[in-house]
Structure formats: C-alpha cells, structure tokens
T-cell receptor, first 114, second 115 residues
C-alpha cells in the first residue's frame, strides 16, 4: 500500500518570495506522482505530474517539482509566489500497474501575504 | 468541454435521511471516480467505474453507500440512513483510460452536512 506525507500543514510566505512544499511517499511498487491545487470552494486542479523520464517536471502557474527516487520525495517549488497562489496543495500517488485510485496527502495550506 | 460537474453543490440533511448526489464527467471520459474529503484531510478514494462497470470499492464504502453509473455516462452516489460522520465534501473525478497518461479531472464537489 502507498502512503503520502506532506511535511508541512501550513506554509506562510510573503509575496515574491520562493516557496517549497514538501512531499514524501512510501510504496513498494513504482508510482506516478501528482500535485493538485484546491482554491476555496473549488475542486482540485492538476498542477503537474510525474510519470517517467526527466525528474524535473514543470507545471502550470510557474510551479515545478522534482522527483527524487532515492529519497522518495516529490517537492513542489515556485521561485516567486503571488497572492493568488494562496490555496491548499495536495500531493498524490498512484500505482504504475493499477493506475487507478489516487492516494493523497493531508495537504499543505500556502498563505501568501503582501 | 465544460469539465466535470456535480449536483447539488451543497446539501444539508437530518441524520437518518437518504441523500443522492450526481456527477457528470467530461463527455469522452470512460473512467469515473468518487472520493470523500473531510476537513483538514486529503481526498480519500471511495470507488471507481470504467464505463458502467464498478471495478473497485474502498473499505470506506460501507453498505449504506451505493454508487451507480447505469449508461456509462453520469454517476450517482447514494448514502442511506445518513450519520453525522458522513458530513464531508464528496468529489467526483473522471479520466480517459489509455495507458499511463491518465489524468483525473475533478469536479467542484458536493458538500454534505448531516445534522
């Protein structure tokens, strides 16, 4: 079975500062990795995904993430955040073989202030 | 393509009542998923369909829960004899299954409050 740990429940940052949201996973099989964002009162929107190939993945809104197999991590980064990036961010995994249910972490609340 | 839609967006009910939620997936998507999200938690998988077949159910899906996708298009999730612990956001997602590129697209959710 897989599990996902998001190491920070809340991350407060100032506008234009860099940010890193940390995600570690545990699995006995190969996995696909995802980051979703949830704005207030909205559904989840895919930010980026890692399926295979280059370990650095670029997503929407200037976000990127790096897959590190040895550390079983998939941290999300943005070099300069905006007020509009304030949201809940979820890391998720799914088994490569099954490719069905997503297993989510508990989420990280990113709060960007001016 | 208008995305995944869910109806209703909010539902308040009294304990013991039955409720039904509807999900309309993206039109060409053949897979449909239901998740439950409680406050402060990430979404938890409940069940999924490929076309009209229900292929997997989580142990979270007690016998009070039933889901259908009768024609392989929209889906309904029914909760019978609701309990206060059923209060949560119910999320629907859909995808087009064609190998490892599958991405699940989520609807806005139905927020259920059981009094």
């Amino acid at each position: 079975a897989q599990s996902v740990t998001q190491l920070d429940s809340q991350v407060p940052v100032f506008e234009e500062a860099p940010v890193e949201l940390r995600c570690n996973y545990s699995s006995s099989v190969s996995v696909y990795l995802f980051w979703y964002v949830q704005y207030p009162n909205q559904g989840l929107q895919l930010l980026l995904k890692y399926l295979s190939g280059s370990t650095l993945v670029k997503g929407i809104n200037g976000f990127e993430a790096e897959f590190n197999k040895s550390q079983t991590s998939f941290h999300l980064r943005k070099p300069s955040v905006h007020i509009s990036d304030t949201a809940e961010y979820f890391c998720a995994v799914s088994e490569v073989q099954a490719g069905t249910a997503l297993i989510f972490g508990k989420g990280t609340t990113l709060s960007v202030s001016s | 393509d208008t995305g995944v839609s869910q109806d209703p967006r909010h539902k308040i009910t009294k304990r013991g009542q039955n409720v039904t939620f509807r999900c309309d997936p993206i039109s060409e998507h053949n897979r449909l998923y239901w998740y439950r999200q409680t406050l402060g938690q990430g979404p938890e998988f409940l069940t999924y369909f490929q076309n009209e077949a229900q292929l997997e159910k989580s142990r979270l899906l007690s016998d009070r829960f039933s889901a259908e996708r009768p024609k392989g298009s929209f889906s309904t999730l029914e909760i019978q004899r609701t309990e206060q612990g059923d209060s949560a956001m119910y999320l629907c997602a859909s995808s087009l299954a064609h190998g490892p590129q599958e991405t699940q697209y989520f609807g806005p959710g139905t927020r259920l409050l059981v009094l």
